[in-house]
C-alpha cells in the first residue's frame, strides 16, 4: 500500500483517543442502585478532569479526549429553569447521550454549579491543552430527542415552522407519519406504557407523530427502535432509496442548501468556536455524503484543523450509497473511520460471530482495502460494544484478552487508536445497572460507576492504589503499547501481513488437528521507508495455550519491501522483555525467526535493527 497523507496539517502525532463519560470518570460513589438517581448514585464532574487524572492519562500516552455526552441530552433530572423530561421518552433516569436536548447547552450534571457549566467546559478545555492533549465531543447528526428545544439558540430549533401534513418536504427538519403509510394513526403510541412513571404517550406528539432516529415509520414505535428519538430530514427521502445527487454541492451557499443543514452548519460552528478540536459523528452513514462534503468543508475553512472521524457500517442498510460508505465517507472529507470489520473478526476469534467462528488469517482479507486501511481508528472496546473483560463474552478469558486483541488493532495501521475508559484495568461490566441491563456493556444510561475503575479513581487520587497487581500490570502494559504504536514505523510506515506466507509453516503456532497455520497466530511487519524503522509483531489469541517453538518465515519479498536484503539482522522486543537475537537474512524465507515462547493472550513488538 502506498504512502497516504490524511491527517489535518497540524496533526503531527498519531491520535490515541481516551473515550470516557464523564458522568462515569471521576465518580467515586459506590452505591450503584440499578435505576438509582444522581443523588442515590452520584455523577463525575467536568472538575474531575484535573491535574492528576489528566497527568496520568497523559503519561498513559493519550493524545485526545473524547469526552461522551457532553452535549445535553433528554434527561429525568431537574435542574432550575430545565424541567425533567417525560419518563416515557427516556432511556435511562441519566438519559442517553445520543439522545440530545439542545445542540447549544451542556449537560448540567456534571458542572460544579450547573448555571456555569458552560465556562466550567471551557476551562476542562483549556486544562486538557495545558497538558498537551485536545477534546473531542460527539456530533450527532441523524436523530436529536423526542423533547428537543433549544433555549441557547430557539431561533435554530430544529421542528419550528415544519409542515406536519408531509411525511417529507426539503424545508422540513422531520418526518412525519402519514395516515395510511403505518397501521392505526395518532396520538404516539408508546412502548413504555404500564412502565413506572409512563403512560405510553407523549403530548407534543398527539395530533402528528414523527418517525424514529433508526427510520421506523410507524405510530407506535416498539422496545426495539429508537424510540426516544426522531429522524432529521436532510433533503432527501430515505424511503426513495439511496441516490442523493439531487442534493446541492460543496460549494453551495447557505440559502441553497436544505434547513437542516444549516442549523447544522451553525451547531458545528458553535462547538468549533469553543475550542473543540474534533468530533466524533455519530452514525455517520445514515446522512447524505453530500451534506458532509458540504459541511466538513465549511469547518475547515473556521479551522483547518478540525478532526472528524465516523461510526458508520458498510451492512447497514440504512447507509446512504450503494458502494461502500466507510470509503464515501473518507472522500467526503472524514479524517477516518471506525473499523468495525477488524473488530468483528477479532471477536469471532472467540465468540461464533457472524456465522461461524474465525481464523486469524481472516484478517488477511481487510488488510487490502486501499486508502481506508490506514485511514481506520482501531478499538478493542467502546460505550456500544461488550467489556473485554466481561465473564460472559470474549471466550470469558478476562482482561488479558485485550493485549493480542489491541496490539494487533492498534500496530497494523496509521490511523487513530482508541482506548475506553475502563480497558485499561479491565472493567468487566458485572451486573444489571439500570435500563442498560446486564449486558456486558458499561450503561450509558445510567447514573452509575464503574467499580474496578474506582480502584484506579481511588477517591480521587487517581493514582491506581486500589488496583491488583493484574490490572496494574495491564494497565501499564496499554502504555507501553500506546508509546510504540506512535513510533515512525506505526504511525507512519506500511504494512506487510506474513500469515499467508506461513499457512503451510507447522511450527507457526499450528495446533494438534489443523491441516494449516494461522489459527490463533498473527503476525505482520510495519516499516516507515523515511526513517527505515521496521517492526515484527507477533500475537498469539489462544486464550490457554503457550505457543512452543514457534518459527514465523519472512519471505525474500518482504525482506526486500523491508530494505533488509543481505547480512545479519538483530530483533530485539520493545513491548514485553528484553528479549533479542540475530538472524541471517538468508535464513528468513525457509527457516524463519526463531521466537521465545509465546504465552496465550499475548504480543510481542519487535524491532528489526
Given at each position: 500500500m502506498g504512502a497516504m497523507s490524511f491527517m489535518s496539517p497540524a496533526q503531527a502525532e498519531r491520535p490515541v483517543i481516551y473515550q470516557v463519560l464523564p458522568r462515569l470518570f471521576g465518580n467515586t460513589d459506590e452505591t450503584r442502585k440499578p435505576n438509582g438517581t444522581l443523588a442515590e448514585n452520584g455523577c463525575g464532574k467536568f472538575s474531575d478532569f484535573n491535574d492528576r487524572s489528566l497527568g496520568a492519562l497523559k503519561e498513559m500516552g493519550i493524545t485526545h479526549l473524547w469526552l461522551t455526552g457532553v452535549i445535553e441530552q433528554a434527561s429525568g433530572t431537574a435542574y432550575p429553569g430545565r424541567p425533567a423530561d417525560p419518563a416515557d421518552i427516556l432511556k435511562g433516569i441519566a438519559g442517553s447521550p445520543y439522545a440530545v436536548r439542545d445542540y447549544f447547552d451542556i449537560c448540567p450534571d456534571y458542572a460544579d454549579d450547573p448555571a456555569q457549566r458552560i465556562e466550567e467546559f471551557q476551562a476542562l478545555i483549556e486544562r486538557c491543552r495545558k497538558h498537551g492533549m485536545e477534546v473531542f465531543i460527539d456530533f450527532v447528526p441523524n436523530h436529536v430527542a423526542r423533547s428537543y428545544a433549544s433555549d441557547v439558540r430557539p431561533e435554530l430549533s430544529f421542528g419550528e415552522g415544519d409542515d406536519p401534513s408531509q411525511f417529507f418536504s426539503k424545508e422540513n427538519n422531520f418526518f412525519y407519519v402519514q395516515p395510511g403509510m403505518a397501521d392505526g394513526g395518532p396520538p404516539l403510541k408508546l412502548p413504555t406504557e404500564g412502565k413506572p412513571g409512563c403512560t405510553g404517550r407523549f403530548e407534543p406528539e398527539t395530533d402528528f407523530v414523527r418517525v424514529t432516529g433508526n427510520n421506523s415509520i410507524t405510530f407506535a414505535p416498539g422496545e426495539g427502535d429508537w424510540y426516544e428519538t426522531v429522524k432529521l430530514n436532510y433533503g432527501h427521502d430515505f424511503t426513495k432509496g439511496r441516490d442523493t445527487s439531487h442534493l446541492p454541492g460543496p460549494d453551495a451557499s447557505p440559502d441553497e442548501v436544505p434547513d437542516t443543514w444549516r442549523k447544522m452548519d451553525e451547531i458545528f460552528a458553535y462547538w468549533q468556536g469553543m475550542g473543540v478540536a474534533g468530533f466524533r459523528v455519530d452514525m455517520a452513514h445514515m446522512v447524505p455524503m453530500e451534506f458532509w462534503r458540504w459541511m466538513i468543508s465549511r469547518a475547515r475553512e473556521r479551522d483547518a484543523e478540525v478532526y472528524v472521524f465516523g461510526e458508520a457500517y458498510d451492512n447497514d442498510p440504512a447507509k446512504l450509497t450503494d458502494g461502500n460508505v466507510l470509503d464515501a465517507l473518507l472522500e467526503s472529507g472524514f479524517d477516518a473511520v471506525y473499523d468495525d470489520p477488524v473488530y468483528d473478526i477479532c471477536l469471532g476469534l472467540y465468540d461464533d460471530f457472524h456465522g461461524g467462528l474465525k481464523w486469524a488469517n481472516d484478517l488477511d482479507e481487510l488488510t487490502f482495502t486501499g486508502e481506508r486501511f490506514h485511514r481506520s481508528l482501531r478499538y478493542a472496546e467502546n460505550h456500544d460494544e461488550i467489556r473485554l473483560a466481561s465473564p460472559k463474552e470474549w471466550g470469558g478469558l478476562g482482561m488479558a484478552v485485550g493485549r493480542p486483541v489491541s496490539a494487533v488493532m492498534f500496530g497494523m495501521g496509521r490511523g487513530p487508536v482508541m482506548v475506553y475508559s475502563g480497558q485499561e484495568v479491565g472493567e468487566p461490566a458485572l451486573g444489571a445497572e439500570g435500563f442498560g441491563g446486564d449486558d456486558a456493556r458499561t450503561t450509558i444510561f445510567d447514573y452509575w460507576a464503574m467499580p474496578e475503575f474506582q480502584k484506579w479513581v481511588n477517591d480521587g487520587a487517581f493514582d491506581g492504589g486500589r488496583l491488583s497487581d493484574e490490572q496494574r500490570a495491564l494497565r501499564e502494559w496499554y502504555g507501553r503499547l500506546l508509546a510504540v504504536v506512535k513510533e515512525p514505523a506505526f504511525a507512519k510506515g506500511e504494512f506487510y501481513g506474513l500469515n499467508h506466507a506461513n499457512k503451510e509453516n507447522e511450527a507457526y503456532g499450528r495446533m494438534p488437528g489443523e491441516t494449516v497455520s494461522g489459527h490463533w497466530l498473527y503476525a505482520f511487519l510495519r516499516r516507515d521507508p523515511?526513517?527505515?524503522?521496521?517492526?515484527?509483531?507477533?500475537?498469539?489469541?489462544?486464550?490457554?495455550?503457550?505457543?512452543?517453538?514457534?518459527?514465523?518465515?519472512?519471505?525474500?519479498?518482504?525482506?526486500?519491501?523491508?530494505?533488509?536484503?543481505?547480512?545479519?539482522?538483530?530483533?530485539?522486543?520493545?513491548?514485553?522483555?528484553?528479549?533479542?537475537?540475530?538472524?541471517?537474512?538468508?535464513?528468513?524465507?525457509?527457516?524463519?525467526?526463531?521466537?521465545?515462547?509465546?504465552?496465550?493472550?499475548?504480543?510481542?513488538?519487535?524491532?528489526?535493527?
Open positions: 523515511a526513517s527505515g524503522q521496521a517492526f515484527l509483531v507477533v500475537a498469539n489469541f489462544h486464550g490457554t495455550e503457550a505457543l512452543h517453538d514457534v518459527r514465523v518465515r519472512i519471505p525474500k519479498h518482504a525482506l526486500e519491501w523491508a530494505g533488509k536484503t543481505s547480512g545479519r539482522l538483530s530483533f530485539g522486543e520493545r513491548l514485553v522483555d528484553d528479549w533479542q537475537t540475530t538472524v541471517e537474512v538468508s535464513v528468513l524465507p525457509d527457516d524463519g525467526v526463531r521466537l521465545p515462547d509465546l504465552p496465550p493472550l499475548s504480543a510481542r513488538m519487535i524491532e528489526l535493527r
